[in-house]
């Protein structure tokens, strides 16, 4: 399992220079370094001092939960406006309730894996996206920028089945200016060989995730030759211009469902990837999509019939308190689950 952990933490980090998170002296150098970043991307000092209070708590939980992790720190841009994102990544076990965390209500619980500063990097952040990987990691991206931006957030929660070792899931989300690339892949099975099939799918798109749906399918079909083969569905906002691009083959389950939760489920081709020829022309749908509309993507090992038709307040919620809702709402406890939710 060692090594399929530590590629989750380094694809995290995408190669970006990480700080290593051990004491309480590299929590003061990353808050430094978060001053740095927001002074070199042209933040002014209450934004950059923003930055500092986010990087610290999230180094903190790192030491607090995880033993230690990696921090990195890059400039980004939305809409035009310059802002400056922090990368916090870790091997531990995970959030054991990220809802909990999030909301800030943990005062005297002592439970493993539980981010308690997490309430704190939501409400001083002006986006924040969480991974959670149970028993096998964190990866928390939070954003500040120099103005107001339109909002967009990411939740993934993803666990292995009771008799597992290891998902056979695996789920990536990549940002790049106003585009957002997310994926959910289940590769055939169950343990290590359907996770590196999984995971094969997911390496296949970061190695250029601009390119087409199509494109990435295809490549996608050719690295899996050999393996057990995924199911895969991957999509593209356009956040700038309020559109959304999907295209799945398998049966990893997408719909978009709306403020009032309305769900219109997204179409998805039969087959495997990477298993039979590969496929001449690849079906892309495209829509519309703005918030508050939420993506939801779930693997097989959630009940197909997501509904959250009757609890509206919850659709209100962050991405990543819905995400771990529908896997302990509808998950079937008996199979590998992973769930993507993005607004």
């Known amino acids: 399992m060692g ?9 995290w980090l995408g190669g970006s220079p990480a700080l290593i998170i051990l004491d309480e002296a590299s929590v003061a150098v990353a808050r430094e370094a978060a001053r740095a970043a927001g002074a070199a991307a042209g933040l002014d000092t209450v934004v950059r001092e923003r930055l500092a209070a986010v990087i610290s ?10 033993g230690g992790g990696a921090i990195a720190l890059r400039p980004v841009q939305r809409c035009g406006v310059a802002g400056v994102e922090i990368v916090a990544a870790d091997r531990g076990p995970g959030i054991a309730d990220p809802a909990r965390a999030l909301s800030g209500s943990l005062a005297g619980v002592s439970e493993r894996g539980l981010g308690v500063g997490l309430s704190a990097v939501l409400r001083q952040s002006d986006e924040v996206d969480l991974d959670v990987r149970v028993g096998g990691g964190t990866c928390v991206r939070a954003r500040i920028f120099a103005a107001t931006v339109p909002r967009s957030e990411i939740g993934i929660i993803g666990r292995a089945g009771p008799s597992d070792p290891i998902s056979g899931d695996d789920a990536l989300a990549v940002r790049d200016g106003d585009h957002l690339l997310v994926a959910v892949a289940d590769g055939l099975g169950h343990g290590p060989a359907a996770r590196d099939a999984a995971a094969r799918a997911v390496a296949a798109l970061l190695d250029n995730p601009a390119d087409s749906l199509p494109e990435l399918l295809a490549r996608c079909d050719t690295r899996l030759t050999g393996t057990r083969g995924a199911v895969l569905s991957v999509a593209r906002l356009e956040l700038g211009r309020g559109l959304l691009e999907h295209a799945a083959i398998g049966n990893v389950a997408t719909r978009v469902v709306s403020a009032d939760g309305a769900s219109r489920p997204l179409l998805a081709q039969n087959g495997t990837i990477g298993v039979g020829q590969a496929r001449k022309r690849h079906h892309v749908e495209t829509m519309a999509f703005a918030p508050p509309q939420l993506l939801i993507m779930v693997t097989d090992g959630v009940v197909t019939r997501v509904d959250l038709s009757q609890d509206l307040v919850l659709l209100r919620q962050h991405p990543m308190v819905i995400a771990d809702a529908l896997l302990t709402r509808f998950g079937r406890g008996t199979d590998d689950a992973t769930v993507l939710v993005a607004r």
């Open 3 to 11: 090594p399929v952990l530590t590629s989750l933490v380094d694809r």
């Open 57 to 66: 708590e999230l180094g903190h939980n790192q030491r607090r939960h995880a």
